[in-house]
């Protein structure tokens, strides 16, 4: 199957994975359920007490069991003959097959014939100036907060004075690092290293870039406080070295801008209205997904179009494949927000009607196709994390031998030993098939036991999700043995 990261593909949103927290049951001493295996509250507090440099609390905890739940499925369907032909593939085929239907739909109804001349780059590249980059220090005075005029004043009046001191020859570096508010590059002498446009903030940028090297700027104000920059150096490359590249993104750019009118027609020709509470609708929705609705208000519509409806059925499907913290970033977004976020569930519906309406279709050799490719993943992904050959020693049963090579593993990913790989969608028909369960108490009893064997307090700070990872794998994620995610 084909890809593309154009609008089209961009308004299909990727389903990611949650563990069933209602439906599959975990026993009282166990965190985790994976199948009929199960992580025991002690067995995932020595796998993190030990690695200091993890934090104790329940973003890591739930990390932890999520991989050895995905882990522990993937061991299973590929050790036990004939189980991963049977792990029902529809919900990553609907994916597969409504991305592509998208895709066809572009190539059939956006045709930009005209090319680029070699004018056209010659007057972009004359005014735009592509490529271009500048390496400035600058120094940053912050205003107090709550600061009254006079306090204003006194710092507009340092920011003046260290410009009429930097402009005077007095080493700029120095003087960054002594006055800067700026911790980041104060202690760099201001260094801000290279940096292009759409990088910094506007009112710093246009300063930036509009100076020439060993220039000082007058007094720059931002969000951020006061500026004083001094450009250090500019680079643009030539419309040689960047012609081919140029010509191919400004291409790029008036496809998309017909894919834009495109969507934008057909959303207009469809007379999108949303729905009275339905931003209420999605925010009772992601606060429990797994809760049941009535056949009268699954049907109830959100966004409503010519032909059809977005409803709530359909939003709770989709939010039952999303992970707690994707929940909590719709709790949190505002009005606005939601309502972008529910167009854009609702564009992708009404693109693949179009495209259904046009005839466009997959037929089923490549459908058939597509399921033995992605059970080669599942082979393949295996095979990387070593877990496709495991064989039970004497007196155990394969059940036993997949938790005794999982603890191993996850032992070694959470010491930084070996990479992390996430199943992300193809996790959900493993988690179907076999069940799976994390406990929230579970995930608590284990923050508490690792406080205990620690001799700590458990930490009670919010972790950032992206710091977890890099924690997990001490390394960027690698791609699949197929060069895939």
């Known amino acids: 199957m084909r890809r593309t990261s154009a609008l089209f593909l961009s308004l299909i949103l990727l389903t990611l994975i949650a563990c069933d927290r209602d439906t599959v049951r975990v026993d009282s001493d166990s965190v985790a359920r994976a ?5 025991e509250i002690e067995e995932a507090a020595q796998l993190l007490a030990p690695v200091q440099g993890l934090p104790n609390d329940a973003p890591v905890v739930e990390a932890l069991a999520d991989f050895w739940v995905d882990y522990t499925l993937l061991a299973l369907a590929v050790n036990r003959e004939g189980e991963l032909d049977r792990v029902d593939l529809s919900s990553i085929l609907r994916q597969e097959e409504n991305q592509e239907l998208v895709l066809r739909l572009r190539e059939e109804v956006i045709e930009v014939d005209e090319e680029i001349t070699d004018e056209e780059l010659e007057d972009f590249y004359a005014t735009e100036r592509p490529g271009e980059q500048v390496r400035a220090r600058h120094i940053l005075v912050l205003f107090p907060e709550q600061s009254s005029p006079d306090q204003r004043d006194s710092v507009r009046a340092l920011a003046e004075e260290l410009r009429d001191r930097a402009r005077a020859g007095e080493d700029f570096a120095q003087l960054a690092e002594t006055y800067s508010d700026d911790p980041g590059s104060a202690q760099r002498g201001g260094d801000l290293n290279w940096f292009s446009r759409g990088t910094m903030v506007p009112p710093f940028e246009e300063a930036a870039f509009a100076m020439e090297p060993g220039e000082v700027s007058d007094i720059v104000e931002s969000q951020y406080g006061l500026h ?3 450009l250090e150096d500019r680079d643009f490359p030539s419309l040689d070295d960047i012609r ?3 010509r191919f993104d400004l291409q790029m750019d008036r496809t998309a801008q017909a894919e834009s009118i495109f969507v934008a027609g057909i959303e207009e020709s469809a007379s999108v209205r949303i729905q009275d509470n339905a931003i209420d609708a999605i925010r009772q929705i992601s606060e429990n997904p797994s809760a049941e609705l ?24 989709f939010m039952l494949g999303q992970p707690s913290q994707f929940r909590d970033q719709v709790l949190m977004a505002d009005d606005p927000q939601l309502d972008m976020f529910l167009r854009n569930l609702t564009r992708s519906e009404l693109l693949v009607g ?11 050799e490549e459908m058939t196709e597509l399921r033995r490719e992605i ?14 050959g495991i064989s039970p020693a004497e007196g155990e049963t394969l059940e036993i031998a997949v938790k005794r ?5 996850l032992g070694r990913i959470v010491t ?32 508490e036991r690792v406080a205990a064997i620690r001799g700590e307090s458990p930490d009670t700070q919010e972790f950032d999700m992206e710091e977890l990872q890099d924690l997990l794998d001490d390394a960027q994620v690698p791609e699949g043995p197929d060069g895939e995610r």
């Open 375 to 388: 059970r080669e993943q599942y082979r393949e992904i295996a095979g990387f994390l070593e877990i496709d």
């Open 416 to 447: 930084g030993e070996i990479d992390v790989f996430p199943l992300e969608t193809l996790a959900i028909p493993l988690r179907t098939h076999f069940g799976a369960a994390i406990s929230d108490s579970g995930v608590e009893r284990v923050v």
């Open 35 to 39: 199948g009929e295996i199960q992580l």
């Open 405 to 409: 090579e999982l603890l191993d593993l």
């Open 354 to 364: 179009e495209a259904r309406r046009r005839g466009i279709t997959v037929d089923e």
């Open 294 to 317: 009535s056949s009268r208000e699954a049907g109830r519509a959100l966004a409503s179009f010519e032909g059809g409806a977005y409803t709530k059925a359909h939003f709770r499907e």
């Open 244 to 246: 081919e590249q140029l």
């Open 228 to 230: 004083v920059i001094r």
